[in-house]
């Protein structure tokens, strides 16, 4: 396949899923009866119409492009490999700026393919990151969901987000069953939404204990905002290492 | 509505944004990195790229911090 079909077959999952969020966000707004907050999504599902237009002015330049588009000689290196030496008993805060976190975290993740994986979806529904790790031939199969999301998936084993000791007693008896796991944390920093920086820490610290007794290895993941850095440096303190924005592709 | 029912649909929204929409943008960029398109072709498709990525970005802000804002009010909504 030449690159006018990739890139015109990416435009139109684009499309889709621009679409998806324009409906997705109407339907929000039919919903929700609150000033601010619809405020906010309406600025949003405006948007998102005029990236339908973008996504559809995309398509027309690149149809209309006569020329054959070659593939270059050689392509571009394969993404840096990290060297990352994930052992079982490490303990690992990845700190991403919020522009590259989905996509250096997804190729992070695929270079534990070959490992059993706890996953906690703090704030995020699992299906979507089941879908994108599926899409990267990553076998879901070796991993277990945790759903943080307060709606329940038959599929994965479902936690309130408020509840960090059931988290923890999850994640431990999980851990135990499987052996030589790799427990992924995403994000920590979405913790703060129902806890303060000194219960998250205490939870971590307990975690990271815990993981190092039953040799497991934990990776919090964490985004590198303004607001969540005094958490980050205080994590940071507590984890066997930590790898920095840029650092962490 | 109850808050743990917006912040239901307020984390649809963040999943939504965050996950397919960027990493597909992300794949799109690196596809056109790798295509030999003339400069001009690519610079439009790139810039309008960059957009999308910037405003998507802004938009898992926007979920993310209405999220927590529902979260911490004392009040129903």
């Known amino acids: 396949m030449n690159f006018k079909i990739k890139i015109l077959k990416k435009l139109r999952e684009q499309l889709a899923l621009e679409e998806l969020s324009r409906d997705t966000y109407y339907a929000f707004l039919k919903k929700i009866d609150n000033k601010k907050i619809n405020s906010d999504i309406a600025g949003i599902y405006n948007q998102e119409i005029e990236h339908i237009k973008i996504v559809n002015e995309m398509v027309d330049i690149l149809s209309k492009y006569k020329i054959p588009i070659k593939e270059t000689k050689k392509e571009i290196k394969e993404r840096r490999e990290t060297n990352l030496t994930l052992k079982g008993e490490i303990i690992l805060l990845l700190i991403y700026k919020t522009e590259d976190y989905i996509h250096k975290f997804i190729s992070f993740l695929i270079q534990l393919n070959e490992r059993k994986m706890i996953y906690i979806s703090y704030n995020k529904i699992p299906k979507y990151i089941k879908k994108v790790l599926k899409e990267h031939k990553f076998d879901v199969k070796k991993i277990v969901f945790i759903n943080g999301v307060d709606i329940k998936s038959d599929e994965d084993i479902n936690i309130r987000p408020e509840d960090l000791t059931k988290l923890s007693i999850i994640i431990n008896e999980t851990a135990k069953k499987l052996k030589n796991v790799t427990v992924v944390v995403d994000t920590i920093s979405a913790f703060s939404t129902y806890h303060n920086d000194k219960t998250i820490c205490q939870f971590v610290a307990s975690m990271n204990d815990r993981a190092r007794n039953e040799g497991y290895g934990i990776v919090w993941v964490a985004i590198d905002e303004p607001a969540e850095r005094p958490l980050n440096l205080k994590l940071s303190q507590i984890c066997d290492k930590t790898i920095k924005k840029r650092d962490a592709s | ?77």
């Open chain 2, 1 to 77: 509505m109850k808050k743990r029912e917006i912040i239901l649909l307020l984390e649809e929204g963040l999943s939504i944004e965050e996950i397919p929409t960027l990493t597909n943008l992300d794949e799109l960029e690196e596809l056109i990195d790798k295509a030999n398109l003339d400069r001009i072709t690519a610079s439009e498709i790139k810039k309008r790229v960059s957009h999308l990525k910037k405003e998507t970005i802004n938009h898992a802000k926007i979920f993310s911090k209405d999220i927590k804002l529902v979260a911490k009010s004392k009040n129903e909504f």
